[in-house]
Every structure is written in structure tokens, then in C-alpha cells.
């Protein structure tokens, strides 16, 4: 299983982003996708997750801006960030729960991280 992220970019301050991570491979199922994010020489933190039935979860920092949807047929979870701030830049890793075999347990995998920089 391959979790492949697009569109990171520069964007001004205000300005907007749409991001994608698409699953590939063989994929029985997915469940919870989502996004994190991580500064050099910090912790990777939440940015926002969404269950396979639609229910979200967002960091404080990114309620009322960033909003994360899913379409299940393409194993892709979209976020949408408005209003960026200078203190979104960071590095953005997409994460998935993904059952490739359908008697065993679902397993967690990691995009490679895209970069998002927002300029002042």
C-alpha cells in the first residue's frame, strides 16, 4: 500500500490550498484517513482526521479554516485550507488505516510529506 500526497506549494498569507493523498495497491478497505503535520524539530501534530463514515475531527489551530473530506470508491481524502497563516507552513503527511487482507486487522502507513509554506 502506497499513500501518495499532491499539491503542496507556496501560497501567500489568506490564500488557499487544496490538498490530496490517494491510497493505492491492494486495498480491501479503508477506514480513518487524515492528515498531520510536522515542523523541523518538533512533534508531528493532528491537522485533521475522517472516518470511512464521514466523521471529522480538527485541531484547534485549523477549525473554521481547514475542511476534510473523502471519496471511498478512490481510497482519497481531500483537505481544504483557507485563510493560511505563515504558522501553517510545515511539512504535511497524509495517514491511513487500510485493510489489505479481510481476517486481519487494519494497518497504519504514512505519505512521504508534502510541503505547504506560506509567505507574510
Known amino acids: 500500500v502506497q499513500l501518495v500526497e499532491f499539491v503542496g506549494g507556496l501560497v501567500q498569507t489568506g490564500g488557499s490550498l487544496r490538498l490530496s493523498c490517494a491510497a493505492s495497491?491492494?486495498?480491501?478497505?479503508?477506514?480513518?484517513m487524515g492528515w498531520y503535520r510536522q515542523a523541523p524539530g518538533k512533534q508531528r501534530e493532528l491537522v485533521a482526521t475522517i472516518t470511512g463514515r464521514g466523521s471529522t475531527n480538527y485541531a484547534d489551530s485549523v477549525k473554521s479554516r481547514f475542511t476534510i473530506s473523502r471519496h471511498n470508491a478512490k481510497n482519497t481524502v481531500y483537505p481544504q485550507m483557507n485563510s493560511l497563516k505563515p504558522k501553517d507552513t510545515d511539512v504535511y503527511y497524509c495517514?491511513?488505516?487500510?485493510?489489505?487482507?479481510?481476517?486481519?486487522?487494519?494497518?497504519?502507513?504514512w505519505g512521504q510529506g508534502t510541503q505547504v509554506t506560506v509567505s507574510s
Open positions: 495517514n491511513a488505516w487500510v485493510r489489505v487482507i479481510w481476517y486481519r486487522p487494519e494497518s497504519n502507513y
Open positions: 495497491g491492494s486495498i480491501v478497505s479503508t477506514n480513518a
